[in-house]
């Protein structure tokens, strides 16, 4: 989790000292948080996700890689995904016609 906490700060562009002053803790702790030896209190996780709108669930290591930060507004909404996957169901069924027609016309020559 410590890399991705350092990738929003590096894609923040935010030294330590920034960092535990928006976090609200002691440069000591930032300095401890950033090498792995202790972790941030839930109150710097809420302020990190609402601050920079950050997917809680990148930044806690299940979906995505620490080398690219996730952000909320890339989350593309579930209708949306259902609009597109009948998009393309219906493209899949108008090309399956064209060939249809191209077969015929080819059997026909």
Do not use: C
Not at 7 to 28: D, E, I, P, T
Not at 65 to 83: C, F, G
Request: proline share 2%; glycine share 6%.
């Amino acid at each position: 989790m410590t890399d991705r906490i350092i990738a929003v700060f590096k894609a923040k562009n935010l030294n330590q000292k920034a960092a535990s002053q928006l976090l609200k803790v002691s440069g000591a702790k930032m300095s401890k948080v950033m090498s792995g030896e202790q972790t941030l209190s839930g109150e710097a996780f809420g302020t990190l996700i609402n601050e920079f709108d950050i997917h809680p669930n990148w930044l806690f290591g299940y979906i995505g890689t620490a080398d690219e930060v996730i952000y909320m507004k890339e989350l593309v909404p579930k209708s949306e995904l259902e609009k597109r996957d009948q998009l393309i169901q219906e493209l899949k069924n108008e090309l399956g016609e064209v060939y249809k027609q191209l077969a015929e016309e080819r059997r026909n020559k």
